[in-house]
C-alpha cells in the first residue's frame, strides 16, 4: 500500500482543487456579484499588472493573507506556498523551485539559481528581510527570468515589494506577540508626509525565541536567536513627470549554538567516538534517533550576522514612457564565532572564523513602454560586483580520538579568502499583440561574468603548542569569464475576458565560478548551468470573478548542474552532468461569501539526475567491498575512490508533492466587533538529503497554523491566538552523515519550525 500513497495523496489534493473548481452549489453563483475576490496587482513582468493578466507562473501573496498565516520570516513562505522550499544546510542553501536552487559548499561564491528581490533590488547574499511587519506583496516566478531581471536567475525569483510612504496623512501601525520558548515579536510602522509631495516611512522589529535543542554536555540551550532591525524609506514626487524613492536598512541576527543544530540519528557500533569506552550516551540520557532533540557536542558555537543597504530608485516619466535608474548597495558582515561539527561529546573537531564581509554594488537602467500599445516592452542595463572576503578561518581536527591524541590544523593556519564576481547584462522582454485575443511573447538577454578569486593561509598564534607542524599554504589564485545569450520566446492568447492561456520557452543562465574550500583552501572551477524550460498554462477567472484556477505545466533540462558534495571534512561546489525536473502546478481561490474564503494549491515537481558522477554513498560502503565493486563503479573509478553514478536519483531535498489548503473566515460578531479565522495545512513529501542514500530519508510532513482573533472593524485594533505547528510535527532541516565520524553515523539538522508554537498577539493602526 506505500507504493500507492503518494498518488492518493495526489489525487486527494488535485481533487480537492477540482471540487473548489467545479463542485460548487448554484446558490453560489447567484448571490450578489459584489461577493468577489480582491485583485492582486503584480510586478512580475516589471510593470503594474493583474495577476490573472501575466502570462507566467507566478505566485502572489498580499500582506493580509501572510499575515493571516502567522509566518514571521521570508523563509517561512515555504510552508505557506507549494513548490518553495528553504534549505539551510551546505548542500541545500536558499530557495528552490520546483525542486531546483542554490547548493553552494560553505565558501562558495556561486550565486544563486533563485534570485531574491527586495523593492526591485536583486539581493545576492543575506537578508534586508528578517521581518514581514512592512510587506505589500510577494511574488514567487517560476522558471528563468534573466530576460525581466537583470540578474542571472536561472529558476525562478522571489520577489518583495514593500510598503511605499503615504503622503496622505500620518498613520502607522504596532504589533506584539508572546509565545512558546519565550517568543516575543514587536513590530511598527509609521508614515508621515512631510509635505503635499513627500512622506517617510519608518519600520523597527524585535524578534526573539530561546532554544529549542538541549545540548547535554555543555548544560546549555541552543538555538535561542534575537533579530532586530529597521527600515527607512522616502518618498519625493518632485514633479509631475519625477520620482525619487530611496530606502535604507540594518539588521541584525545573533545566534547562541553553532549554525547546525545537530543532535544524533544513528551510530553504529564500533565509532569509538560515540561508544564505550570512550563515551557512553546511555549515561547522557541520549538515544540517538529522529525524534532525539538532545545534542551531545563538547564544542562551543555562535553566530552574529549583520545585513545593511541602502538603494535609490529614480523614475522619469518621458511622454508615456517610464526610464527608471535603480542604484543599490548591499553589505554582510559575518561576526567572529565558534563552531563544532563531529556532533560529538569528545574534541574531535573545533573550528573559529574570524570575519566575513560581503559587499555588493548594482546599478540598473530600464526603460519601460506604455501599456496597452502593440508593442509592449521592457528594456535595460544592469551592472553589478559583488565582493567576498574571508578574513581567516581556523580549524583543528583530531583524528585519532579518544584513544591517540593527535591535532592536525586542516586549514594549515588561519584559512583566508577573497572572491569578486563582476555581472553585466542587457535585456529586455515584450509583448506584441496581433489582434485583442493573441499576442506574440519573446525577450533576449546577453550577459557577461567575471570572477576572479584568491585562497592562502597563515600562522595562527592561537593554535595549541601540541598541534602537528604545518605550512601555511602560498597564496593560490583563480580566474574564469563567460558570455552568454539567452532568452525566451511564447504566445499567450484569450478566448474570453476571463481566460488566459500561455506558453512559452525559455532558456535560463547561471554564470561560472571559482572557489576554494572553506577549510582546506581546495580549488574548484564551476562551469555554466543552464536551463531549457518549456511551459504551457491557463490562468482563469469564474463565477463573476468570485473563483481563479490557474495551472501550468512544465519541463525543465538543466545542464552542468552547479551542487556541492561532502568530499572527506568538507562540502565542495562542482558540476554535475544534468538534471531534469517536470510536473505541474495548480492554485485555486474561491471567495465563498463575504465571510469566507478557501484556498487550495499543488506543486508536483519530478526532480531526477540525469547524469551525475559523484563520491560513493555512505550506506553503499557500509555493506562491504562486493557492493562497493557492484554499485560504485562509475568511469573514473579507482579502488581508493569509488564512485557512483546518480543517473534515475532525485535531486537532493526535492519533494515530488507539496501543497497547502487554507481558508479565512471574518464575521460581524457585535456593532463595530469582528471576529477572524484563517487555518492553514501545508504538506511535503519525503525527501533525501544525499543522492543514492535511503538513511538521509526525511518523512513526509505537514503543519497545520491557525489564528483567530477580535478586533475593530475598522482595522483599530486587534487581540488574537495564533499557533503555528499546532500538532507539534517534528520535522528536521535534513538528515546528514555526520563528519568525521564511521560510515553509517548520521544527525538530526533541527529547525525552529518543528516545534509547536503557541501565542498570544496584539496590534493597533492609527
Not at 172 to 191: R, V
Not at 718 to 724: K, M, N, P, Q, V
Request: glycine share 10%; aromatic share 8%; proline share 5%.
Amino acid at each position: 500500500m506505500k507504493i500507492f500513497e503518494p498518488a492518493m495523496r495526489l489525487c486527494g489534493c488535485a481533487t480537492a482543487i477540482a471540487l473548489v473548481a467545479a463542485i460548487v452549489p448554484s446558490a453560489l453563483a447567484q448571490q450578489s456579484d459584489a461577493i468577489t475576490l480582491e485583485e492582486i496587482v503584480v510586478t512580475a513582468s516589471r510593470r503594474q499588472e493583474k495577476l490573472q493578466d501575466v502570462p507566467l507562473a507566478v505566485t502572489a501573496v498580499s500582506a493580509e493573507q501572510l499575515a493571516a498565516t502567522g509566518v514571521k520570516g521570508l523563509t517561512d513562505i515555504q510552508y505557506t506556498t507549494p513548490g518553495v522550499q528553504f534549505g539551510s544546510t551546505p548542500n541545500d542553501a536558499g530557495f528552490r523551485l520546483r525542486g531546483v536552487g542554490s547548493a553552494g559548499g560553505f565558501a562558495s561564491s556561486s550565486e544563486s539559481p533563485v534570485g531574491v528581490v527586495v523593492d526591485g533590488v536583486v539581493v545576492g547574499f543575506g537578508s534586508p528581510v528578517e521581518s514581514l511587519g512592512d510587506i505589500e506583496r510577494l511574488e514567487v516566478l517560476k522558471g528563468p527570468q534573466g530576460t525581466q531581471f537583470g540578474k542571472n536567475a536561472s529558476s525562478g525569483v522571489v520577489s518583495v515589494t514593500t510598503r511605499r510612504p503615504d503622503m496622505k496623512a500620518v498613520s502607522g501601525d504596532l504589533f506584539a506577540s508572546y509565545a512558546s520558548l519565550d517568543e516575543t515579536d514587536i513590530h511598527g510602522n509609521l508614515n508621515v508626509p512631510l509635505a503635499e509631495n513627500a512622506a517617510l516611512a519608518i519600520y523597527a522589529f524585535d524578534r526573539r525565541y530561546d532554544g529549542f535543542v538541549t545540548n547535554v554536555v555543555r548544560n546549555e540551550e541552543w538555538g535561542g536567536t534575537k533579530r532586530q532591525g529597521v527600515r527607512g524609506k522616502l518618498l519625493v514626487e518632485a514633479s509631475d513627470s519625477f520620482t525619487a524613492y530611496l530606502i535604507a536598512d540594518y539588521s541584525q541576527r545573533k545566534q547562541k549554538g553553532p549554525g547546525q543544530l545537530w543532535t544524533l540519528n544513528k551510530v553504529p557500533a564500533g565509532d569509538p567516538r560515540f561508544n564505550p569506552p570512550g563515551v557512553n550516551l546511555a549515561t547522557l540520557g541520549v538515544t540517538p534517533s529522529y525524534d532525539n532533540e538532545l545534542s551531545v557536542e563538547n564544542g562551543a558555537g555562535n553566530e552574529d550576522e549583520r545585513n545593511y543597504g541602502s538603494s535609490l530608485e529614480l523614475n522619469w516619466l518621458l511622454g508615456d514612457y517610464e526610464l527608471t535608474s535603480l542604484s543599490a548597495w548591499r553589505g554582510q558582515d559575518m561576526r567572529p564565532s565558534v563552531y563544532s561539527i563531529d556532533a560529538g561529546p569528545l574534541s574531535t573537531f573545533e573550528a573559529r572564523r574570524k570575519n566575513t564581509a560581503r559587499s555588493m554594488l548594482s546599478q540598473e537602467i530600464r526603460l519601460t513602454s506604455p501599456q496597452n500599445e502593440i508593442l509592449e516592452y521592457v528594456t535595460g542595463l544592469y551592472l553589478s560586483r559583488q565582493k567576498v572576503e574571508q578574513t581567516g578561518e581556523s580549524a583543528l581536527l583530531r583524528p585519532a580520538l579518544p584513544f591517540a591524541p593527535v591535532t592536525i590544523s586542516i586549514t594549515a593556519g588561519l584559512n583566508s579568502g577573497e572572491t569578486t564576481t563582476e555581472s553585466a547584462a542587457l535585456f529586455g522582454d515584450g509583448k506584441l499583440h496581433l489582434d485583442e485575443k493573441f499576442s506574440i511573447l519573446g525577450g533576449l538577454r546577453v550577459s557577461k561574468d567575471w570572477v576572479e578569486a584568491s585562497n592562502w593561509s597563515e600562522r595562527d598564534p592561537q593554535l595549541p603548542a601540541n598541534v602537528t607542524p604545518y605550512t601555511p599554504r602560498a597564496r593560490s589564485t583563480g580566474k574564469v569569464n563567460d558570455s552568454s545569450l539567452s532568452g525566451r520566446i511564447g504566445a499567450e492568447y484569450k478566448p474570453v475576458d476571463d481566460v488566459l492561456l500561455y506558453g512559452t520557452y525559455a532558456q535560463g543562465y547561471l554564470g561560472p565560478t571559482v572557489t576554494f574550500s572553506a577549510l582546506s583552501g581546495t580549488r574548484t572551477e564551476v562551469d555554466p548551468q543552464t536551463v531549457d524550460d518549456f511551459t504551457i498554462g491557463a490562468k482563469t477567472t469564474l463565477l463573476d470573478g468570485r473563483l481563479t484556477l490557474n495551472g501550468n505545466l512544465f519541463h525543465d533540462k538543466y545542464k552542468n548542474l552547479q551542487t556541492a558534495v561532502l568530499r572527506g571534512s568538507e562540502f565542495l561546489t562542482e558540476n554535475a552532468g544534468g538534471l531534469r525536473s517536470k510536473g505541474f502546478e495548480l492554485e485555486s481561490n474561491l471567495q465563498v461569501t463575504q465571510e469566507l474564503r478557501l484556498n487550495a494549491s499543488l506543486a508536483y515537481a519530478d526532480a531526477v539526475f540525469t547524469d551525475y558522477v559523484t563520491a560513493c554513498p555512505n550506506y553503499i560502503q557500509q555493506q562491504g567491498a562486493a557492493a562497493i565493486a557492484a554499485q560504485c563503479n562509475a568511469p573514473g573509478s579507482t579502488s581508493a575512490t569509488p564512485l557512483y553514478q546518480a543517473k534515475g536519483n532525485s535531486l537532493a531535498n526535492a519533494p515530488k508533492v507539496s501543497y497547502t489548503l487554507g481558508a479565512n473566515y471574518q464575521r460581524d460578531v457585535l456593532e463595530g466587533l469582528l471576529f477572524d479565522m484563517n487555518v492553514n495545512y501545508a504538506w511535503r513529501d519525503k525527501t533525501y538529503n544525499a543522492v543514492g542514500n535511503p538513511d538521509t530519508k526525511h518523512p513526509a510532513y505537514g503543519v497545520v497554523n491557525i489564528s483567530v482573533g477580535f478586533g475593530a472593524d475598522d482595522g483599530a485594533w486587534r487581540a488574537g491566538l495564533f499557533a503555528r505547528n499546532l500538532f507539534d510535527e517534528n520535522f528536521k532541516a535534513a538528515i546528514l552523515a555526520t563528519p568525521f565520524a564511521n560510515v553509517g553515523n548520521y544527525v538530526n539538522w533541527n529547525v525552529r519550525e518543528g516545534r509547536r508554537t503557541l501565542g498570544v498577539s496584539l496590534e493597533t493602526r492609527f
